[in-house]
């Protein structure tokens, strides 16, 4: 810009030289406005992903930024959802290290009890940053209502949880990782289905050792359960509006 003005100054004093200075100065157009423009959406860090994250099966019709983001609300639900509600706390801290936690403060909140956590996401604004970055509003709250209240909310700032506990799907035959079938892929959203391969028994029969039952599953499964995944493209990027995993979530059909 600034060498713009210098070149309309410099244009109209040489008019100027030309016309012996006769009538008013000549003066520069001013540039045209530029339209604003609209920061580009950083890509979630949150949360980090270990070797078994990085590992896991991710849809082949997504791009790279979107398979990330896939195993991060995997990792991130599968702590929240998969089995016990304490499993916030197993992520590392921001150094790196392992948490140590000794004994859990408790509050009442509306009449229902919750532990304040300690680990990486013990401040409400990290936790909350954390989901926001990979899940929808709307699909967030009702995931997250519980019977009783939230089962993740807030204190004073800190996150605090409730103590509650499932048990996983051991039907889950982990010898046939999950697959995908994409069912619609637009530019503000993109839709698939989640397959899980499931067998009537996966612990050893009588009298077979482990290699014999690892053999038998290995052979083949008895069945397979499809679960709807749901991204759609906001302000501030891709996020999941429908989340499930095979391990610990029922079809929503037969839920």
């Known amino acids: 810009m600034r060498t713009y003005i210098r070149a309309a100054f410099a244009a109209a004093g040489l008019a100027c030289l030309l016309a012996g200075c006769a009538g008013e100065p000549v003066q520069p157009t001013p540039p045209p406005a530029s339209a604003a423009v609209m920061p580009e959406a950083v890509p979630t860090a949150e949360p980090p992903l270990d070797e078994r994250a990085l590992s896991i099966p991710v849809p082949d019709f997504l791009d790279a930024e979107q398979q990330d983001l896939y195993r991060r609300a995997y990792t991130m639900y599968s702590h929240l959802f998969g089995g016990e509600t304490f499993a916030v706390e197993d992520f590392p801290q921001a150094d790196g290290t392992q948490p140590e936690f000794r004994t859990y403060e408790t509050v009442e909140i509306e009449g229902t009890t919750y532990y304040l956590a300690q680990g990486r996401y013990r401040n409400w604004s990290?936790?909350?940053?954390?989901?926001?970055?990979?899940?929808?509003d709307a699909f967030w709250t009702a995931r997250n209502e519980g019977e009783g209240g939230p089962i993740y909310t807030q204190l004073d700032g800190r996150l605090c949880l409730r103590d509650l506990s499932k048990g996983a799907d051991l039907s889950r035959n982990d010898f046939f990782p999950d697959t995908f079938r994409l069912l619609e892929a637009g530019e503000e959203e993109i839709s698939?289905?989640?397959?899980?391969?499931?067998?009537?028994?996966?612990?050893p029969l009588e009298g077979e050792s482990p290699a014999e039952r690892d053999a038998r599953l290995a052979a083949g499964y008895d069945e397979t359960r499809e679960y709807p995944i749901c991204m759609v493209h906001t302000a501030q990027g891709w996020r999941f509006e429908r989340f499930y995993t095979t391990w610990s979530d029922e079809p929503p059909e037969a839920a």
């Open 126 to 136: 990290d936790f909350e940053a954390a989901v926001d970055g990979l899940f929808t």
């Open 192 to 203: 698939f289905l989640l397959i899980g391969y499931y067998s009537d028994e996966t612990a």
